[in-house]
Each structure stands twice: as C-alpha cells, then as structure tokens.
C-alpha cells in the first residue's frame, strides 16, 4: 500500500527565514497531495494542495511543488512567523477500484523563534 | 465549526471494555475517515468509507470497528481486542475525489 515518508520530524527557524518539508511517497498512482497545520490541541486544517497534473503551486507565502518522476513533493514557507509555529502534516491521496485512501506522513514540528 | 462533529470529547474507558466514538458530519460528504495520532507517528489510518454500507480498512484496523449506515455518520468502536487503545482518535471527510478532509475536533481515549 501506499507509504509517505516525511522529513524532517522537528524544525526550528529563525522569524523571516524559510522553511522547507520534504515528503515521498511510494505508490505513483497517487494523485492528490493535501498539507495540513496542527496546532495545538486543535484539529488539522488543510493550508494548501496540489495534484498530479500541477508542478508548483504558490499561495501567498506559501508553495507546493510536485516532482511525480522522483515522487516527492515540498511545502516552502517563505518569511516565516512565530504564528506559523505548529506541525505540518503533508498527504497522498489514490484512487482504487472506485476507493480511495489518504495516507499521512508522521509530522513535521515547526519552530519559529521570535 | 466545520460541519463534522465528533463527540465525545474525552473518554475513559476500562481495559477490556468495548467503546464507540461518534463521527457526525451534515456536510453532504461521500468519504469518511478514520485516524489514530500517537505522537511521533502522525495520522495512521484505521478505516475509511466511500459510500454508505461500505468501508475499507487502514493501515491499523486490527481491534476496530466500523459501520456506515447513514451517509452523515461513521462511528468507530473500539474493541478489546485493541491492546493499546489509548490515543487521540481525529475522524475526517470529504466530497471525494481529490479533494480536502475535513477533521473534527478529536476524541481523547484513555484506558484506565
């Protein structure tokens, strides 16, 4: 079945710089692949997507990028704030025989320090 | 508040007794999903479901249990067959294909 390996599992940040999660996943017939923000005690929320047929995909400070030969995908946060403090979750998502499966990597905590 | 309502939000349970956790969503959506979060191990998938009367299991289904006779509810029951119950329980949907999963707000299960 489908497996997402996500790196790293803990980043710290200085306030303003970049940040940079890298996943992969194992199954390329996958083909959606959604990021969500935990903070915490709270429930996941989805900060940006892409699919299959899209390279890169940009929101505000926010972007995507999708490589399907290598079968990874990143999240960049550029000029990072301290509210962007959470744990990043990245997905992938396939469709089989008319069911579909959305698998999760393990998390990724991002620090950003003031 | 999203539309997708688990309940409840704390749960005590005694080793050896079944429990089910409520999954309520009036979002019109046709999947429903299952998640356990321990930490450091991220969102692993227990069971999800497509339709009403149909479900597929996870990566983690042993000790678990589900049904899906009303397309707005998908509740999880967890067994004593489950040796490690004690967890953060998130259910989700969505409208389909390739398309965002929304999460409630989490059950907390603690076995005693």
């Known amino acids: 079945g489908e497996n997402v390996e996500q790196h790293p599992s803990t980043l710290s940040v200085q306030e303003g710089d970049s940040a940079v999660i890298k996943c992969t996943y194992s199954d390329s017939a996958s083909n959606y692949f959604p990021w969500y923000k935990q903070e915490l005690g709270k429930r996941p929320q989805l900060i940006i997507d892409?699919?299959?047929?899209?390279g890169e995909k940009k929101d505000q400070r926010i972007a995507v990028t999708l490589n399907k030969t290598a079968k990874h995908f990143s999240l960049h946060i550029t000029e990072t704030q301290p509210e962007d403090s959470a744990v990043y979750f990245c997905?992938?998502?396939?469709?089989?025989?008319?069911?579909?499966?959305?698998?999760f990597g393990k998390g990724t905590k991002l620090t950003v320090n003031p | 508040d999203g539309g997708i309502t688990q309940s409840p939000k704390y749960l005590f349970r005694k080793e050896g007794q079944n429990v089910t956790l409520s999954c309520e969503q009036n979002?019109?959506?046709?999947?429903m999903y299952w998640y356990r979060q321990d930490p450091g191990q991220g969102l692993r998938l227990i069971y999800y479901?497509?339709?009403?009367?149909?479900?597929q299991k996870g990566d983690i289904a042993e000790g678990y249990s589900v049904s899906r006779e009303k397309k707005e509810s998908f509740p999880l029951t967890v067994t004593s067959a489950q040796k490690n119950p004690t967890a953060f329980y998130l259910c989700?949907?969505?409208?389909?294909?390739?398309?965002?999963?929304?999460f409630g707000q989490g059950t907390r299960l603690t076995v005693v």
């Open positions: 892409i699919r299959s047929n899209v």
């Open positions: 997905a992938a998502k396939k469709t089989q025989g008319g069911s579909e499966k959305l698998v």
């Open positions: 979002l019109n959506h046709d999947a």
């Open positions: 989700a949907s969505s409208i389909g294909k390739s398309t965002e999963a929304f």
């Open positions: 479901s497509q339709i009403v009367n149909d479900f």
